[in-house]
């Protein structure tokens, strides 16, 4: 082997990721030996699961993680028989950090309060560096389980890092922190020995602690949290396991613990969040809960929940399924099938329970609420028990309020829940598109999330009460008693002005026409009665996949704007000009852009000068 020290810099911002990451955790020092020990436990749950299939990789009878700490040398090492890392595995896995979010990392800790860091922390993954709370200087000694070779990987967290060639008689690694001077807590064993019952005691690895003595001492009880009766399990229990499968700083939301009996066995033990991950749920699609058979971890890749429920986190631990399971054989075994409906069923059960309390539902719908809604669409098997879960903001309600809650509040005669959609939440609560609805007492579900401009339409219908936006087709409201627009009659030469728009818009609208719907606004955009609404045009426009129709101008006939249009018509003068701005006036209105922005603004400051 060569003798060569490689030196390289860390990937892109990681130096100042390392600063924050050593200065946001100062209040949970002791959490590093968790990130650890829970890296060096995966590591052999790996090599258990390979040996399966290579014999070569298998673990000695005596596998554990081995804490061992040095008074004089100021070092503190933990040693495991895991599957253990290639030189590039080293540089990949260690050389880099949050690859996919550092930079939004490094701006969230930045910004975040000191009480807040600590779930920031959790939020991207980057547990190993934890280590330099406590050392400034890190060794990692590794060979991988089949390989010949171990290399170390060394770093003070500087921004750089060194690889060079080592020996390692058996396959594992090594991690050697030397402690920094306030540090000293970490270098007795029965501070480890606490350490370790509090965050890893349902690690189901031995974690041994080296006395001063040398005689080594289990510390954890090894035993699988999942597999015991509730009774048997405490609060702190609970959390320290959540924290630890979801490598979170919160408490959950909701703790689902059960064991399933009969023609179909298994032990689930979930969480729902008490917080949003920062990326995670929206950047990653897939279910991450952990598979388990007979205690032994077998992938996280299971998809053991639906999409929708994919903040759910925890494990589920069967006896139904062979230990070499492979990935192929997990995509076709009508075991798992079952087991996902079973699971799946009983998340939805517990949300369903817990919406009865309005105020302690409300945290978890502001935090997943859009990631649930999707199941909307995904799901047409479940689309029912989902429909009742979701939470919205109205026209005619604070805070919050339920499909079903709607339906109770729906006027004589109401034959639809109404709804509007656009990207902004507080812009909804002003648009012209409710003018009408207001008016007349009439309530309409406000969706901001992106999600909501395609769900509706697969829902289709709730308590046989069919969905509309507001913004499809001609809706007519006359029919409802409320207060009307003020002001005389619609003038008879609307209908002169309604011709004259059509021929000066020409292409740019569908069509154009006069409605009761408006009270203090000239115009309003509406889409046809069939096709996608204006919300979803947008969205297709910008998508580059069309616009999905050119909409329909309405007017209001009693505003003064549209009577003095009205007027120049019965004059015979010409509204091109004018036509063409209150087309774009309705498109502002609407969250949209002028069709020209430029001549757009032009002409509002030719207007105001002349004012």
């Given at each position: 082997?060569?003798?060569?020290?490689?030196?390289?810099?860390?990937?892109?911002?990681?130096?100042?990721?390392?600063?924050?990451?050593?200065?946001?955790?100062?209040?949970?020092?002791?959490?590093?030996?968790?990130?650890?020990?829970?890296?060096?436990?995966?590591?052999?749950?790996?090599?258990?699961?390979?040996?399966?299939?290579?014999?070569?990789?298998?673990?000695?009878?005596?596998?554990?993680?081995?804490?061992?700490?040095?008074?004089?040398?100021?070092?503190?090492?933990?040693?495991?028989?895991?599957?253990?890392?290639?030189?590039?595995?080293?540089?990949?896995?260690?050389?880099?950090?949050?690859?996919?979010?550092?930079?939004?990392?490094?701006?969230?800790?930045?910004?975040?309060?000191?009480?807040?860091?600590?779930?920031?922390?959790?939020?991207?993954?980057?547990?190993?560096?934890?280590?330099?709370?406590?050392?400034?200087?890190?060794?990692?000694?590794?060979?991988?389980?089949?390989?010949?070779?171990?290399?170390?990987?060394?770093?003070?967290?500087?921004?750089?890092?060194?690889?060079?060639?080592?020996?390692?008689?058996?396959?594992?690694?090594?991690?050697?922190?030397?402690?920094?001077?306030?540090?000293?807590?970490?270098?007795?064993?029965?501070?480890?020995?606490?350490?370790?019952?509090?965050?890893?005691?349902?690690?189901?690895?031995?974690?041994?602690?080296?006395?001063?003595?040398?005689?080594?001492?289990?510390?954890?009880?090894?035993?699988?949290?999942?597999?015991?009766?509730?009774?048997?399990?405490?609060?702190?229990?609970?959390?320290?396991?959540?924290?630890?499968?979801?490598?979170?700083?919160?408490?959950?939301?909701?703790?689902?613990?059960?064991?399933?009996?009969?023609?179909?066995?298994?032990?689930?033990?979930?969480?729902?969040?008490?917080?949003?991950?920062?990326q995670a749920v929206e950047g990653e699609r897939a279910s991450k809960v952990r598979l388990h058979v007979r205690r032994?971890?077998?992938?996280?890749?299971?998809?053991?929940?639906?999409?929708?429920?994919?903040?759910?986190?925890?494990?589920?631990?069967?006896?139904?399924?062979?230990?070499?399971?492979?990935?192929?054989?997990?995509?076709?075994?009508?075991?798992?099938?079952?087991?996902?409906?079973?699971?799946?069923?009983?998340?939805?059960?517990?949300?369903?329970?817990?919406?009865?309390?309005?105020?302690?539902?409300?945290?978890?719908?502001?935090?997943?609420?859009?990631?649930?809604?999707?199941?909307?669409?995904?799901?047409?098997?479940?689309?029912?028990?989902?429909?009742?879960?979701?939470?919205?903001?109205?026209?005619?309600?604070?805070?919050?309020?339920?499909?079903?809650?709607?339906?109770?509040?729906?006027?004589?005669?109401?034959?639809?829940?109404?709804?509007?959609?656009?990207?902004?939440?507080?812009?909804?609560?002003?648009?012209?598109?409710?003018?009408?609805?207001?008016?007349?007492?009439?309530?309409?579900?406000?969706?901001?999330?992106?999600?909501?401009?395609?769900?509706?339409?697969?829902?289709?219908?709730?308590?046989?009460?069919?969905?509309?936006?507001?913004?499809?087709?001609?809706?007519?409201?006359?029919?409802?008693?409320?207060?009307?627009?003020?002001?005389?009659?619609?003038?008879?030469?609307?209908?002169?002005?309604?011709?004259?728009?059509?021929?000066?818009?020409?292409?740019?609208?569908?069509?154009?026409?006069?409605?009761?719907?408006?009270?203090?606004?000239a115009v309003v955009l509406s889409a046809s009665g069939h096709g996608p609404?204006?919300?979803?045009?947008?969205?297709?426009?910008?998508?580059?996949?069309?616009?999905?129709?050119?909409?329909?101008?309405?007017?209001?006939?009693?505003?003064?704007?549209?009577?003095?249009?009205?007027?120049?018509?019965?004059?015979?003068?010409?509204?091109?000009?004018?036509?063409?701005?209150?087309?774009?006036?309705?498109?502002?209105?609407?969250?949209?852009?002028?069709?020209?922005?430029?001549?757009?603004?032009?002409?509002?400051?030719?207007?105001?000068?002349?004012?």
């Open positions: 082997m060569s003798d060569t020290v490689e030196r390289h810099e860390f990937g892109a911002e990681v130096g100042r990721l390392l600063d924050l990451v050593v200065h946001a955790l100062y209040s949970d020092r002791e959490i590093f030996l968790r990130e650890l020990v829970a890296n060096a436990a995966d590591a052999m749950d790996r090599r258990r699961f390979e040996a399966l299939t290579d014999q070569a990789s298998a673990l000695p009878a005596d596998a554990r993680v081995r804490i061992e700490p040095d008074k004089a040398a100021r070092t503190l090492t933990l040693s495991d028989a895991g599957i253990g890392m290639t030189k590039a595995e080293l540089a990949q896995n260690l050389g880099t950090i949050a690859r996919s979010g550092t930079r939004a990392f490094s701006q969230s800790l930045g910004d975040a309060k000191p009480e807040d860091k600590p779930s920031l922390i959790g939020q991207f993954g980057v547990g190993f560096y934890s280590a330099f709370m406590v050392a400034d200087r890190v060794t990692v000694t590794s060979r991988r389980a089949g390989a010949e070779e171990a290399w170390t990987w060394a770093s003070e967290g500087q921004g750089s890092y060194t690889l060079e060639p080592a020996i390692r008689a058996e396959p594992g690694t090594d991690i050697v922190l030397h402690l920094k001077e306030d540090a000293d807590e970490y270098l007795e064993s029965y501070r480890l020995d606490h350490v370790v019952r509090k965050w890893a005691d349902h690690i189901t690895v031995p974690i041994a602690i080296v006395g001063e003595e040398g005689k080594e001492e289990t510390a954890n009880q090894g035993t699988a949290l999942w597999r015991k009766s509730k009774s048997e399990v405490t609060p702190e229990q609970y959390t320290a396991f959540y924290r630890h499968v979801g490598m979170n700083f919160d408490e959950p939301w909701a703790t689902l613990h059960w064991r399933a009996e009969g023609a179909l066995e298994f032990s689930a033990l979930l969480f729902v969040p008490g917080m949003k991950p920062f032994m971890f077998i992938t996280d890749e299971a998809e053991l929940l639906p999409s929708w429920l994919r903040f759910v986190q925890g494990v589920v631990d069967t006896e139904d399924l062979p230990l070499n399971v492979s990935r192929e054989m997990l995509q076709a075994t009508p075991v798992l099938t079952k087991i996902r409906r079973a699971v799946t069923g009983r998340v939805l059960g517990e949300l369903t329970s817990r919406a009865k309390d309005a105020e302690g539902y409300r945290p978890f719908w502001e935090n997943f609420g859009p990631v649930l809604k999707e199941g909307i669409y995904e799901d047409h098997e479940r689309r029912s028990e989902i429909a009742p879960l979701l939470r919205f903001h109205s026209s005619a309600v604070e805070g919050w309020t339920s499909l079903p809650d709607y339906v109770s509040r729906m006027k004589d005669g109401q034959e639809a829940i109404y709804y509007l959609v656009a990207d902004d939440a507080d812009a909804l609560k002003r648009s012209p598109q409710l003018e009408g609805f207001r008016a007349r007492g009439i309530e309409v579900l406000l969706l901001s999330d992106h999600v909501d401009a395609f769900w509706p339409e697969a829902l289709a219908r709730f308590e046989d009460k069919p969905l509309r936006s507001v913004t499809q087709g001609s809706v007519d409201l006359s029919k409802f008693a409320g207060e009307t627009p003020e002001g005389e009659e619609a003038p008879a030469s609307v209908e002169a002005l309604v011709a004259a728009l059509k021929t000066a818009l020409g292409a740019d609208v569908s069509d154009v026409r006069a409605t009761d719907r408006l009270v203090e606004s609404d204006l919300q979803m045009q947008r969205l297709l426009r910008r998508a580059g996949r069309g616009g999905g129709g050119m909409p329909v101008l309405e007017i209001n006939p009693r505003h003064p704007l549209i009577r003095s249009l009205g007027d120049k018509v019965a004059s015979e003068s010409d509204i091109t000009e004018a036509a063409g701005t209150l087309l774009d006036l309705a498109r502002v209105q609407d969250g949209d852009t002028p069709r020209d922005p430029v001549a757009f603004a032009q002409k509002v400051a030719a207007a105001l000068a002349a004012a």
